[in-house]
């Protein structure tokens, strides 16, 4: 299982349209890519879910773990939620 922790970048967080940007390249591929908030119980939300992602309620420098049994699913998806996406 391969795992990265990155910080939010987009200034107002993982709202919709990160969220959904975010969903869209997780629904690429074929393994579950998982988020973590940092600080929330270890719970796991899918990445392919733009719902499931705002309802981590991640702010802008909130520590995120990507996880998958994809390495690279894990960077293109911690890639996307270092940037800002609503920039």
């Given at each position: ?66 996880t998958s049994e994809n390495a690279d699913a894990v960077e293109k998806i911690a890639a996307l939620i270092e ?5």
């Amino acid at each position: 299982m391969a795992s990265k922790t990155v910080k939010v970048g987009s200034s107002v967080g993982l709202h919709a349209r990160p969220a959904t940007v975010i969903a869209e390249a997780a629904s690429e591929f074929d393994e579950d890519i998982f988020l973590t908030l940092a600080g929330e119980d270890d719970e796991e939300t899918d990445a392919a879910s733009s719902l499931m992602i705002m309802a981590l309620g991640a702010e802008q420098g909130d520590e995120v773990t990507v996880t998958s049994e994809n390495a690279d699913a894990v960077e293109k998806i911690a890639a996307l939620i270092e940037k800002d996406l609503d920039a």
